[in-house]
Each structure stands twice: as C-alpha cells, then as structure tokens.
C-alpha cells in the first residue's frame, strides 16, 4: 500500500515543470534559514552557480534574505519583474541579464509567505520541506562550503542519499 507521503510525491514527480530545490544557510548566529527556488534547481546549474557566484558567508546569506528564488543567477542584483511597479527593493533592481530573480520583488507577494524559514537544525530543515515542497535537491551553506543532497523519492524516510562537497 502507499503511503499518503509518497503518494504525493510521486503524482508532484508526473506533473512537475521545473526542477525545484531548497537553499539552506546556516548563519553566523547558528540558525539554519532555507528558502524555496523554484527553476533549475538541478546540480549542473544551481550547485555550480552556489560554488562560483555565492562562495561566501556574506554572498550565502544575501539568498536567504530576499526570501524565496524564482532563478538564481549571480549575485549582481534583482531582475525586475514589472517596471511599473514600485518595489521596495528598487535600488537593487536591475535590468542585468544575469541578475537572479527572487519573489520578494514581485507585485502581489506577502513577504511572509516568502522569506526564508528559521531551523535549529537540518533535520529541522529536511522535515519541513520533505513535508511541504518534497525538493529534489537540498543545498547548504555550512559557514564555509556549499554541500548538496539528493533526496531519495523511493523512500521519503532516507532523506540523503547522495552528499559531495564543493
């Protein structure tokens, strides 16, 4: 019989558009902060951007500030979602083709529902976004490398299955 969990996982695997994965840092304060990104989330663009653009404690924790990503890109400012719109990130918007594009930014998006989460521990982490997004990679910061892990869609209770360093 399957379980409700996997069940859920596998009918997200048939109908899913992008490949979506968890960005967690953990801070200098010791709080682990994650956020959603939601397009290429794959390890050839997103673990590879982290490694080259975002290599730094600084450049990791300028991702989990603006909250949720849309693309990550590089860190040379916000892309802009709507010229007409008067967003409160306007002195970091940019129309450089490789800004990153986060939803803090975007017209209609409530900051709650998109900054980034707090977590006392990755166990924290992986238990709120195995239950709620089912990502199929997690990277994090862990105050000097990135790191990335596969998430094992057979058995959603073997969370890592695949870890490498940067």
């Known amino acids: 019989m399957i379980t409700g969990l996997l069940k859920k996982s596998l009918t997200k695997l048939k109908t899913k558009m992008s490949t979506s994965a ?19 989330g794959y390890p050839d663009w997103l673990f590879n951007q982290l490694r080259t653009y975002f290599n730094s404690q600084e450049l990791a924790d300028w991702i989990v500030n603006h909250g949720d990503v849309s693309f990550l890109n590089q860190p040379v400012g916000l892309a802009i ?3 007409n719109y008067d967003s409160p990130y306007k002195g970091e918007e940019t129309d450089d083709k490789n800004a990153s594009r986060f ?13 980034a989460h707090e977590h006392a521990s990755m166990e924290d982490v992986y238990m709120k976004y195995l239950g709620e997004y089912f990502d199929d990679y997690h990277y994090f910061w862990d105050g000097s490398k990135w790191r990335i892990v596969k998430v094992n869609h057979v058995d959603p209770l073997k969370v890592i299955c695949n870890e490498k360093e940067s």
């Not at 968890?22 to 290429?40: A, E, F, K, M, Q």
């Not at 209609?108 to 529902?113: I, L």
């Open 22 to 40: 968890c960005i967690t840092v953990l801070g200098t304060d010791g709080i682990y902060r994650s956020v959603y990104n939601h397009s290429d």
């Open 81 to 83: 979602w709507d010229k």
């Open 103 to 115: 939803y803090c930014n975007r017209p209609g998006e409530e900051w709650n529902n998109i900054k």
